[in-house]
T-cell receptor, first 110, second 114 residues
Framework: AQRVTQPEKLLSVFKGAPVELKCNYSYSGSPELFWYVQYSRQRLQLLLRHISRESIKGFTADLNKGETSFHLKKPFAQEEDSAMYYC????????????FGKGTLLTVNP | DAGVIQSPRHEVTEMGQEVTLRCKPISGHDYLFWYRQTMMRGLELLIYFNNNVPIDDSGMPEDRFSAKMPNASFSTLKIQPSEPRDSAVYFCAIGSGTKGDEQFFGPGTRLTVL
């Protein structure tokens, strides 16, 4: 069975500080990992996917297969980054089912 | 963004009543997903369809829950009878096997069962 764990329900940082949202997964194969974000009063939306190796809004995430982790990082947090962040896993191939973590609420204080 | 329309946006009902949640996706996406979000359990997949056919309903909590997709532009999630523990936000999302793996979420329906 696949599982995604986000150990922090709440994370609070000050503006300009580095931020890291943790995500660990459990899956025996080669998963695809994603970060989704939900800003206040907005829809849940894709932030980034590991296969793209992209930086979106200053966020990056590296898949570490040895540690089965996919932590989301940003060197300098901004107030507009305050949102709910979900890590998600897809087993790949033709299976489009996503397994989500329980989410981390990030608050960036001024 | 009208990619996925959900109705109603809020529903308050009494225990034992039937509840029907609706989803209208835009065309061109062959996958449709129903999720439930609660504080305790986070975001859980209930069921998903491919080309209007249910593929995986292992997340449906019990027989009180049922979902249908009669055509590519409409889906329903029904709870009968409803219970207070069904109170949650229910999301509909769409995806495409040919357009990448991103899922596009609707605004959700906040259900409160008294």
């Amino acid at each position: 069975a696949q599982r995604v764990t986000q150990p922090e329900k709440l994370l609070s940082v000050f503006k300009g500080a580095p931020v890291e949202l943790k995500c660990n997964y459990s899956y025996s194969g080669s998963p695809e990992l994603f970060w989704y974000v939900q800003y206040s009063r907005q829809r849940l939306q894709l932030l980034l996917r590991h296969i793209s190796r992209e930086s979106i809004k200053g966020f990056t995430a590296d898949l570490n297969k040895g540690e089965t982790s996919f932590h989301l990082k940003k060197p300098f947090a901004q107030e507009e980054d305050s949102a709910m962040y979900y890590c998600a896993l897809r087993s790949g191939g033709s299976n489009y089912k996503l397994t989500f973590g329980k989410g981390t609420l990030l608050t960036v204080n001024p | 963004d009208a990619g996925v329309i959900q109705s109603p946006r809020h529903e308050v009902t009494e225990m034992g009543q039937e509840v029907t949640l609706r989803c209208k996706p835009i065309s061109g996406h062959d996958y449709l997903f129903w999720y439930r979000q609660t504080m305790m359990r986070g975001l859980e997949l209930l069921i998903y369809f491919n080309n209007n056919v249910p593929i995986d309903d292992s997340g449906m909590p019990e027989d009180r829950f049922s979902a249908k997709m009669p055509n590519a532009s409409f889906s329903t999630l029904k709870i009968q009878p409803s219970e207070p523990r069904d109170s949650a936000v229910y999301f509909c999302a769409i995806g495409s096997g040919t357009k990448g793996d991103e899922q596009f979420f609707g605004p959700g329906t906040r259900l409160t069962v008294l």
